[in-house]
């Protein structure tokens, strides 16, 4: 089964600091990946689309890089307003996959 | 403004049927596919399928498949998340979402989502 392994699932950093997230796919996917973020609550939001491309109105902190078996999703600057859960996604495909989430905390 | 509003929050016995919807305005509702997705408390997102109104294709997640019926009345822009017999781990937050790109019969990211709507099933 086809599988988007995400990992950190839980990190702590400082306002200010650049965070990374990463998701591993089980097969090449090409730039099939989305990211979202989902505050408590609430639903997701897109993020990303083809591994970097910023949805509208998305702060340009955030960006997306990779191909293939290997995405990041990075936050340049982390701010209080980006505590929430990461998620990847797989798409263009029969079915679509999410990553297990990463849960970013601010200290 | 492109949105999809879902309806209320249901508490439900188990074996109980249930449908939920969700709709969708400010957009051609037909042209676009709207997917569902499960989150139980706590726990991360999990993709239950997909459903286009204009033609009535549906597509499940193996998980899914023959637990659910996604459906859709595009005469008044509603999609549909139906149960025949709910069971208590069916307690969750459901979300509808406009999937982004029409024209297409791959599942793609979504870029419009509801608020969700929240089943509780317990005896």
């Known amino acids: 089964d086809f599988q988007m392994t995400q990992s950190p699932s839980t990190l702590s950093a400082s306002v200010g600091d650049r965070v990374t997230i990463t998701c591993r796919a089980s097969q090449s996917i090409k730039s099939w990946v989305a990211w979202y973020q989902q505050k408590p609550g609430k639903a997701p939001t897109l993020l990303i689309y083809?591994?970097?491309t910023l949805d509208s109105g998305v702060p340009s902190r955030f960006s997306g890089s990779g191909s293939g078996t290997e995405f990041t999703l990075t936050i340049s600057s982390l701010q209080p307003d980006d505590s929430a859960t990461y998620y990847c996604?797989?798409?263009?495909?029969?079915?679509?996959?999410f990553g297990g989430g990463t849960k970013v905390e601010i200290k | 403004e492109v949105q999809l509003v879902q309806s209320g929050a249901e508490v439900k016995k188990p074996g109980e049927s249930l449908k939920i919807s969700c709709k969708g305005s400010?957009?051609?509702?037909?042209?676009?596919?709207i997917a569902w997705v499960r989150q139980k408390p706590g726990k991360g997102l999990e993709w239950m399928g997909i459903?286009?109104?204009?033609?009535?294709?549906?597509r499940y997640s193996p998980s899914f498949q023959g637990l659910v019926t996604l459906s859709a009345d595009k005469s008044i822009s509603t999609a549909y998340l139906q149960w025949n017999s709910l069971e208590a781990s069916d307690t969750a937050m459901y979300f509808c979402?406009?999937?982004?790109?029409?024209?297409?019969?791959?599942?793609?990211?979504?870029?419009?989502w509801g608020k969700g709507t929240t089943v509780t099933v317990s005896s």
């Open positions: 979402a406009r999937q982004a790109v029409t024209g297409t019969l791959l599942a793609y990211y979504m870029d419009v």
């Open positions: 996604q797989r798409y263009n495909s029969y079915l679509v996959t």
């Open positions: 400010g957009y051609s509702f037909a042209n676009h596919w």
């Open positions: 459903f286009h109104p204009g033609d009535s294709d549906a």
């Open positions: 083809k591994a970097s």
